[in-house]
């Protein structure tokens, strides 16, 4: 439940912090000079053609967090001093950007709200570039345009470190629903702070004023500085500006329906190749790949990398090259019996698309206990980012699961919990993990495995979880634990339970078959006159049984389970869309 149109209480003050330029937290500090860059004269000369010059008088506040969407703005006389903001009217400076320097992070690639205010300091003389100038110069001036990416990227990752900045939650801890938002907030790379009522003076006075009922947790407040009551994560994308709005009149070529590696890949090559990209993620960008601690075999990161750095990285890549990307966006439905396809989400509104490539993944599967979902948020989960991590810091903690993402999450909470007691139903992990994880495993000692188990039931109370009963199903014999923290990593089923009945041919465990696997019969039946002939061939090896859809990634019959194998099968498709639209007749 939400209240879009509460505002906040006027006796809360401003709170300005009148300190210095606050050090950058040391493993950036090094790198001030890559999120702070000095342009050169010349530099400057080539931004001239992408942008307007303006002037601003001494105090106008030329950026509002919450507020102002814009580009890049380039002082070139006077200074602008940058600060952060929370919607409290708390504001800490971050920086001052003399002649040369330039205002923006990476929300500003896609016009989103800025994070920050700005304020002129004397009068300011600058030049203002729009978010689709911007991302036509980064690409334009390839080595400036590294520059210009590099320090968007550091100062995002400033205001995640400082976590301060975006919208601030307030609600007691161990609020069920104050863990989702969180979260969200995190998986998408967004700064937020939180604020317990009871600690906290602001909070508090914010309480008083909004009453809030045990349903209405947690308080949201935007950087707008609007108030919102347990919102749900659409809410809070539109809030942020992640949720976009979209104009349902619009035709797409590709319509991408799932960010995760595959997705996000698709939609980097199409972008770069000048197709317009509509990308829509119900959850976060990167999917079940951003929450994996560390990626060790994909080509060209001998060290590995966080699967949110990955993802990351290729979400920075998307909308440089101008993908429109939708978070929260659910799928509810593709409708095929019309061209352009369209994919209808779950708010009811429908986008139209020449192509749509179906990357929409797997969903978490769930061991039937009763009282599951009572605890989710509370004690179970279903990834193991640094927020769950730092939640069990000194404690036992069980995972359940033997696949590579399993292996990820014990090794990455072993280095904060007490024990982490891996749980498997099967003999032991070499059928289903990647041999390094194991070896990995093996040489960790916090880490300790029960093959032949499972959790038979859960118990709790308002608190959370607190006890976990464990059987051996050799043995039949039973056993308790007084355990907080239980992570879930056993599987997932395809997500293509929303096709409906759109025709698109699937396996017997409703993975999607494509290419030379699609059924002959319901190959002939989807075919449309007019768009695809009937005695036409499937052009491609990534194309369903419905022209014009493609699948590729974990949702694919056959498909290798990697983000590597995923990131290719989003490269491969984009040279098959083209083909599918030079193919299309002129008036479709």
Not at 199 to 209: I, P, V
Not at 299 to 322: D, E, M, N, W
């Amino acid at each position: 439940m939400a209240d879009m149109h509460l505002t906040p209480p006027q006796f809360v003050p401003e709170a300005t912090k009148d300190e210095a330029v606050p050090a950058l937290p040391s493993q950036l500090e090094s790198r001030r000079a890559q999120m702070f860059p000095q342009l050169t004269e010349a530099e400057i000369r080539k931004l001239q053609r992408f942008g307007t010059v303006r002037t601003f008088r001494n105090g106008v506040r030329i950026l509002e967090a919450g507020h102002t969407t814009f580009g890049m703005i380039v002082t070139l006389a006077g200074r602008i001093a940058i600060s952060r903001y929370d919607g409290l009217g708390n504001s800490w400076p971050i920086t001052e950007h003399g002649p040369g320097e330039f205002t923006a992070e990476v929300s500003q690639l896609s016009g989103r709200p800025t994070l920050v205010n700005g304020v002129a300091v004397g009068d300011v003389e600058a030049l203002v570039i729009s978010s689709e100038n911007l991302r036509a110069l980064v690409i334009a001036e390839a080595e400036l345009g590294e520059r210009i990416v590099r320090a968007l990227i550091l100062r995002r990752v400033g205001l995640l470190e400082a976590n301060s900045g975006g919208p601030v939650l307030v609600a007691p801890p161990g609020n069920q629903r104050l863990h989702q938002l969180q979260s969200f907030l995190s998986s998408n790379a967004y700064p937020h702070t939180l604020l317990d009522p009871k600690e906290d003076e602001q909070a508090r006075t914010l309480c008083e004023y909004y009453q809030p009922s045990a349903e209405d947790w947690p308080l949201v407040v935007c950087p707008d500085g609007s108030v919102k009551k347990n919102p749900t994560n659409a809410e809070m994308g539109r809030c942020l500006g992640l949720l976009p709005d979209l104009d349902g009149n619009k035709v797409w070529d590709v319509i991408v329906v799932g960010a995760g590696p595959g997705g996000l890949a698709t939609a980097v090559y199409a972008g770069s190749e000048g197709l317009s990209v509509l990308a829509l993620e119900q959850r976060a960008y990167g999917g079940q790949a951003a929450a994996s601690a560390r990626i060790e075999n994909y080509l060209g990161f001998p060290t590995g990398i966080s699967g949110s750095a990955l993802a990351g990285r290729a979400y920075v890549q998307a909308q440089k090259f101008g993908v429109e990307m939708a978070i929260p966006a659910a799928a509810a439905r593709l409708v095929c019996d019309t061209y352009p396809l369209e994919v209808q989400l779950a708010d009811g509104q429908r986008m139209k698309g020449r192509t749509v490539v179906l990357s929409c993944g797997a969903r978490y599967r769930k061991p039937a206990l009763d009282n599951l979902a009572e605890f989710e948020g509370r004690g179970v989960y279903y990834w193991a980012s640094r927020i769950e991590a730092n939640l069990c810091k000194t404690e036992e903690v069980i995972l359940v699961g033997g696949g590579n993402s399993a292996g990820q999450a014990a090794v990455f909470l072993s280095g904060h919990a007490k024990k982490v007691r891996m749980v498997i139903r099967g003999d032991g992990l070499k059928a289903t993990m990647s041999s390094y994880l194991i070896e990995r495993i093996r040489a960790t000692p916090n880490i300790v495995l029960d093959t032949h188990t499972e959790i038979v039931k859960l118990e709790g109370d308002d608190d959370g979880l607190k006890r976990v009963h464990l059987r051996n199903n050799q043995s039949g014999s039973e056993c308790a634990t007084d355990v907080c923290r239980v992570f879930l990593f056993v599987g997932a089923d395809p997500n293509t339970d929303w096709l409906g009945d759109c025709g698109v041919d699937v396996d017997p465990q409703g993975f999607i078959r494509t290419g030379h696997d699609v059924t002959k019969a319901q190959c002939k039946a989807n075919f449309r006159e007019g768009v695809y002939p009937p005695d036409q061939p499937l052009r491609a090896e990534l194309e369903t049984s419905v022209p014009g859809v493609f699948a590729i990634g974990d949702v694919r019959a056959g498909s290798t389970k990697r983000v590597a194998a995923g990131v290719g099968e989003g490269a491969q498709v984009v040279s098959q869309i083209h083909a599918f639209l030079a193919h299309l007749p002129v008036a479709v």
